[in-house]
Nanobody, 120 residues
């Protein structure tokens, strides 16, 4: 059973940056496109960034130009570099499999997520 462990969240001021990491157990990690999802209080979970096994990336309009997704297949890890953060980016962030066209497609059990709070 694949396990996902997210880390790197925290409290940051508007305009600040954070880098999230997601470590996955299991040797099949490199076969799938992966994505970063987020869920704000009272809202549905949404996919904001995706990356194929070969490294092609795609982003939701709300984060395009500010977030960068990357992956290291040798380390079974996917990253999310978040720059110019806004209060509306406040949410719990999760990783899971995804479809590159920014379509949710979660195959693995959800991890605990990592809280990102953007506030002055």
């Amino acid at each position: 059973q694949v396990q996902l462990v997210e880390s790197g969240g925290g409290l940051v001021q508007p305009g600040g940056s954070l880098r999230l990491s997601c470590a996955a157990s299991g040797s099949i990690f490199s076969l799938y496109a992966m994505g970063w999802y987020r869920q704000a209080p009272g809202k549905q979970r949404e996919l904001v960034a995706a990356i194929t096994s070969a490294g092609r990336t795609n982003y939701a309009d709300s984060v395009k130009g500010r977030f960068t997704i990357s992956r290291d297949n040798a380390k079974n890890t996917v990253y999310l570099q978040m720059n110019n953060l806004k209060p509306e980016d406040t949410a719990v962030y999760y990783c899971n499999t995804a479809i590159i066209e920014i379509v949710s497609y979660s195959l693995y059990p959800w991890g605990q997520g990592t809280q990102v709070t953007v506030s002055s």
